[in-house]
């Protein structure tokens, strides 16, 4: 079975049980075979158990059982609004199976394009799922391609394009882009995860996939115009905050790293956004702007 069938199951069975409120292991396969889950073929106790436990491993959603009346349910509901991986993978392939299901609609949506690169996630993710490293054939731009193997990490989708946090067999770690991936393969040796390990706390202090040198800072910014209701909205840090607010500007604060992905995000808003402090990142955008100004 693919993993987008199986991803598509997985979501079934959680819909179902969000919708029904919980229900036993008679009605659900009633409702299985009526919606022709898998082409009208049952659905068996021991797959259930199966896709239970891959529920459990792949969105951290639990499927308990009331021993009384033998209905299952969503044992932990809170998790389907937590915004973390599990919440985003869940969300993301609802909206997909319900595209899918609905392709007479198509030409009524409109989805931002995501380059090459995607058919390398099913891999990773169950890599990283078995702690099996990968052997992978990359080439940057303009440079010359290499193979390396790597230990997947952690994944994460920035302006459009996925990639792979990883640890090289020098022990370093390196960001992947999937799209500059020219193979892919998962091979038979296993690695040791740290058990502490947070894709969200190692990314924490910067905006992007950039994760140089560059030191933590408290920045304030001042946005201008309409900014200030864009950034209530959608903040472009976990750290940001409102300080306060002038005749048609408001302050906001920022703990980050200035990398080249923070200030780029920055200088698309135009004058509408001002760096106000600290001042050699104030001169630093200042720079980019007269630069990018030569260029006209």
Not at 7 to 31: A, D, Q, S
Not at 163 to 170: D, F, G, H, I
Not at 237 to 249: A, I, N, P, T, V
Not at 276 to 290: A, D, F, G, S, Y
Request: charged fraction near 25%; proline fraction near 4%; glycine fraction near 6%.
């Amino acid at each position: 079975m693919r993993h987008s069938e199986k991803y598509k199951l997985y979501l079934w069975i959680i819909n179902t049980l969000k919708t029904c409120g919980g229900m036993t292991l008679e009605e659900l396969g009633r409702k299985w075979v009526e919606n022709k889950v898998i082409g009208g073929n049952p659905l068996t106790r021991t797959s259930f158990f199966r896709y239970r436990d891959a529920i459990l491993n792949m969105f951290g959603i639990v499927i308990d059982c009331d021993r009384e009346t033998y209905r299952y349910y969503i044992g932990n509901p809170e998790v389907l609004y937590d915004p973390s991986l599990e919440r985003w993978l869940y969300s993301t392939m609802t909206v997909h199976g319900i595209l899918a299901d609905s392709v007479g609609m198509k030409e009524r949506v409109a989805l931002e394009n995501v380059p090459a690169g995607l058919q390398y996630l099913g891999i990773i993710i169950e890599a990283m799922h078995m702690n099996h490293r990968l052997r992978m054939g990359y080439k940057k731009f303009r440079a010359e391609g290499y193979e390396k193997t790597v230990c997947p990490y952690a994944l994460k989708l920035f302006h459009q394009r996925w990639y792979l946090l990883a640890r090289t067999e020098e022990d370093q770690m390196r960001i992947y882009a999937l799209d500059r991936m020219t193979s892919l393969s998962m091979t038979e040796e296993r690695f040791m995860m740290p058990e502490n390990f947070s894709a969200q706390q190692y990314f924490a202090e910067y905006y992007g996939v950039l994760t140089d040198d560059t030191p933590l800072t408290h920045l304030v910014v001042r946005a201008h115009q309409w900014m200030p209701d864009y950034l209530r909205t959608l903040p472009l840090h976990h750290s940001q905050r409102e300080l306060s607010s002038g005749d048609g500007y408001t302050d906001f604060s920022f703990e980050v790293r200035p990398t080249s992905d923070f200030m780029g995000e920055l200088l698309k808003f135009g004058n509408g956004i001002e760096i106000l402090e600290p001042v050699n990142i104030r001169e630093r955008m200042r720079q980019k702007i007269v630069e990018t100004l030569k260029r006209y």
